[in-house]
């Protein structure tokens, strides 16, 4: 089992910035693809971005491309997601999953990810 915490979420004005930090704890974090994912209200949840069990290779939704970065620390557990210029049409909750690497990947399907954090709410405003 692997533990999953987000956190870092808020209400921000558009243009901003919010870093979100995801916990892990229970396995060896660096066994594991890392993404985060978003949902909205009233929307199925979309693929944010992901980044490799090594921090070698990172993806991202176009939506995203450019404005998010995320990053990870396998000596502290955590992973991060860097929010710059945010929109409103980011407003959502995030959130972080794991999925145990050694095979295929499809970095953008929710089904990949066997783990899931509790998600974090980012508000975008006007």
């Known amino acids: 089992q692997v533990q999953l915490v987000e956190s870092g979420g808020g209400l921000v004005q558009a243009g901003g910035s919010l870093r979100l930090s995801c916990a892990a704890s229970g396995r060896t974090f660096s066994n594991y693809n890392m993404g985060w994912f978003r949902q909205a209200p009233g929307k199925e949840r979309e693929f944010v971005a992901a980044?490799?069990?090594?921090?070698?290779?990172?993806y991202y939704a176009d939506s995203v491309k450019g404005r998010f970065t995320i990053s990870r620390d396998n000596a502290k557990n955590l992973v991060y997601l860097q929010m710059n210029s945010l929109k409103l049409e980011d407003t959502a909750v995030y959130y972080c999953?794991?999925?145990?690497?050694?095979?295929?990947?499809?970095?953008?399907?929710?089904?990949?990810?066997?783990?899931w954090g509790q998600g974090t709410q980012v508000t975008v405003s006007s």
């Open positions: 999953a794991a999925e145990p690497r050694g095979g295929g990947w499809a970095v953008g399907t929710p089904t990949e990810y066997d783990y």
């Open positions: 980044i490799r069990w090594s921090g070698g290779s990172t």
